[in-house]
């Protein structure tokens, strides 16, 4: 049984960090492109960060740009997302998702909350 926790969210102040894990089981973790997205109250859910599976390449959203830096440990089976200089705009729930073309499986975590208030 496939299975991606994200864990890490909480609440944080404007200007404040805070680091995103999503734990992988079940799956060929280092065949998997992992991306993070985020959906915000009454939005729709955006893309945040990606990072292919040997982890050589990452893309961001421009909002995030220059903030956030994805990363992943193949031999942990772990992607992470480090968020510095979080902005109240960057609240919402973040899910981890793997992606496969390999084995054309499309996998999603449950999220965690992020928010970033004073």
């Known amino acids: 049984q496939v299975q991606l926790v994200e864990s890490g969210g909480g609440l944080v102040q404007p200007g404040g960090s805070l680091r995103l894990s999503c734990a992988a089981s079940?799956?060929?973790?280092?065949?998997?492109?992992m991306t993070w997205y985020r959906q915000a109250p009454g939005k729709e859910r955006e893309l945040v960060a990606a990072i292919t599976k040997a982890g050589s390449s990452t893309n961001y959203a421009d909002s995030v740009k220059g903030r956030f830096t994805i990363s992943r440990d193949n031999a942990k089976n772990t992607v992470y997302l480090q968020m510095n200089s979080l902005k109240p705009e960057d609240t919402g729930v973040y899910y981890c998702?793997?992606?496969?073309?390999?084995?054309?499986?499309?996998?999603w975590g449950q999220g965690t909350q992020v928010t970033v208030s004073s």
């Open positions: 998702n793997a992606f496969s073309s390999t084995y054309g499986s499309n996998y």
């Open positions: 079940g799956l060929t973790f280092s065949w998997s492109a």
